[in-house]
């Protein structure tokens, strides 16, 4: 018997502890999916889109994190990054077989058909112009979910590959709908784990008609009855 009862309590105390995380989870979730949904009520009332359905004051973000030559290169090289004529260009990497910048860059967006381009540059002798060893373009519109991606992106000569992160944000409105979105679904599947915990519990003390589960406090307690 005194098995049976360590056994009981031990299945007991462990259904309570992940009920009480799982509660705790749920009202995070909560709060976050209620952050979300004031701040979508406020840019619904500012948000203004311009001719091409871009917002004003959209941006791009470009982070440059790192090049993988596939042969030694014995020069200084950076990368351009160009928007257009929007251009931006990384820190000087002194000799290396491989490369690392993790430097960012900002672009205003008017449009979604100016290309991205990304350059591999070689420091020239004083005097003369920088060399263009190798570049990349990328389309502007294949980034219209809005989401943060992490991209190798193959040099057109073979030069190497060019690790980047790319964001667009064209639409708060959209992009705050979708994250709302995905604290429902969160929010919803961490109500059903909940439920799922409680009936286990139910099951648990099913054999004990004496005792009973409360479901209306946040705390586990037993009712006599």
């Excluded at 995380?21 to 995070?28: G, I, K, V, Y």
């Excluded at 708060?172 to 429902?184: G, N, P, S």
Aim: aromatic share 8%; charged share 35%.
């Amino acid at each position: 018997m005194d098995e049976f009862t360590n056994v009981f309590f031990e299945a007991e105390a462990v259904l309570r502890s992940k009920l009480e995380s799982c509660e705790r989870l749920l009202r995070d979730y909560e709060r976050q999916r209620t952050e979300i949904a004031s701040r979508l009520d406020e840019v619904k009332k500012t948000e203004v889109m311009n001719k091409y359905g871009v917002m004003e004051g959209s941006t791009l973000t470009v982070t440059v994190m790192e090049l993988e030559l596939n042969q030694r290169v014995i020069a200084d090289i950076y990368i351009e990054v160009a928007l257009g004529e929007n251009i931006g260009t990384t820190t000087i990497c002194r000799n290396a077989y491989n490369r690392s910048w993790n430097e960012t860059f900002v672009y205003d967006v008017e449009k979604d058909d100016i290309p991205l381009r990304f350059g591999l540059k070689q420091v020239a002798m004083q005097g003369e112009e920088d060399k263009e060893i190798d570049f990349v373009m990328v389309d502007v519109r294949k980034l219209r979910d809005q989401q943060k991606k992490e991209e190798l992106l193959e040099l057109y000569d073979g030069a190497g590959r060019l690790r980047v992160t790319l964001q667009w944000l064209h639409s708060r409105v959209q992009y705050l709908t979708e994250l709302l979105r995905k604290w429902d679904d969160q929010v919803a599947e961490q109500k059903m784990q909940k439920d799922e915990l409680w009936n286990d519990l139910e099951t648990l003390f099913e054999p004990f008609p004496p005792l009973k589960i409360s479901r209306r406090k946040t705390h586990l307690s037993l009712i006599h009855i």
